[in-house]
Each structure stands twice: as C-alpha cells, then as structure tokens.
T-cell receptor
C-alpha cells in the first residue's frame, strides 16, 4: 500500500529558528497536504498543494510539491512557541474514491 | 458553529460493551470519514462514505459498523469492545477528492 515517510519523529528547535520538514512517498500523489495537530484537537489543514513544482506560502509557512510528485517539504520560518504540535504530511491520488494517506507525523518542540 | 463535531469527546468503557460515536458536519460536504489514531499518533483511515454510500472500507474488524443516515452524519458503532480498540477516533469530511479534509476534534476511547 501507499506509504509516506516523515522523519525524524521529533524535532527540537530554539524560538526564532527556521525548520524544514520533508515527506517522501513510494507512490505518486496528485495532491499533497500539510496538517498540524495540537493536543486534544484534530489535525488542521495548513497548506494544500495541487501541482508538481508548486510553492505555496501561508504566513511563516511555505510548502512545495516535489517535481517527481513523490515528495513535499514544509518550512516554518522564525518559529514561535505556538508552533509546537505534530506536523503531518498527507498525499492523495486522483479518483473519486481515493483516500488521504498520512505520514507518521513529526512532533515539533520550540524552546523559548 | 463547529464544522465537524463529534460526541462524546471522551468515552471510557469496559471490555465487551457496545458503544457508538456520533459525527455531524455542517459544511455541506458530500464525503465523510472515520480515522483511528493510535498511541504513536499514526492516523489510519477506517471508512469513507460519499452521500450515504460506503466507498472505502479498510481492513477493520467487522465489530466496527459505520452508519450514515444522511450525508451530514456518519456514526460509528463498535460491538464487543476490546482493549486494543483504545485510541482516538477522528471524523472528517471533504467536498471533493483532493481538497483536503476537515477533521473533528476527536473521541478518545479507553477500553478497560
């Protein structure tokens, strides 16, 4: 089945630093999505990417859809304490019944 | 108004019991989903319904039975609960494939 690889499992950074997260797949996806989950809540969509090579920003967040369609990255610039949470990448193939496959997530900690 | 709402938020029950989790979305989305998040935070799809019709049914024990009375509701009934069913269950909805999902805040199920 489709698998998405996210590593490392945890990242620890200092407030103000930039951080980059990568996600790779064994399969081609036509949509890449990045979600953030905070404790006690469901994942919230941060950025959606629909085209190979697409670079999209949402405030301090920037994500890119890899040219091969098998990878994506998310950058967070000038991190702040409220950036802590679990960041999931997710990929979806085309087709009305295609499911959203999630990576295992990266837990981000930001030291003040 | 909460876009995707699940009830209850917490559910503690004994092994062997039968329980239900309810989900409602007020976004007008056509497709609804149930995901299970285990203790390692891995999100795995269980079921997907499009306009009350089951379209995805992953390898889930048949003790789990989804029911969609209308396209705004997708409930999850679990029979003969087992210890391994303890997890956080998320309901989600989407309008079209590839547009990202909106998640509820989850139901933490603990089987004792």
């Amino acid at each position: 089945g489709q698998q998405l690889n996210q590593s490392p499992q945890s990242m620890f950074i200092q407030e103000g630093e930039d951080v980059s997260m990568n996600c790779t797949s064994s399969s081609i996806f036509n949509t890449w999505l990045w979600y953030k989950q905070e404790p006690g809540e469901g994942p919230v969509l941060l950025i959606a990417l629909y085209k190979a090579g697409e670079l999209t920003s949402n405030g301090r967040l920037t994500a890119q859809f890899g040219i091969t369609r098998k990878d994506s990255f998310l950058n967070i610039s000038a991190s702040i304490p409220s950036d802590v949470g679990i960041y999931f990448c997710a990929g979806q193939a085309t087709g009305a019944n295609s499911k959203l496959t999630f990576g295992k997530g990266i837990t981000l900690s930001v030291r003040p | 108004d909460t876009a995707v709402s699940q009830t209850p938020k917490y559910l503690v029950t004994q092994m062997g019991n039968d329980k239900s989790i309810k989900c409602e979305q007020n976004l007008g989305h056509d497709t609804m989903y149930w995901y299970k998040q285990d203790s390692k935070k891995f999100l795995k799809i269980m079921f997907s319904y499009n306009n009350k019709e089951l379209i995805i049914n992953e390898t889930v024990p048949n003790r789990f039975s989804p029911k969609s009375p209308d396209k705004a509701h997708l409930n999850l009934h679990i029979n003969s609960l087992e210890l391994g069913d303890s997890a956080v269950y998320f309901c989600a909805s989407s309008q079209n494939s590839g547009n990202g999902y909106t998640f509820g805040s989850g139901t933490r199920l603990t089987v004792v």
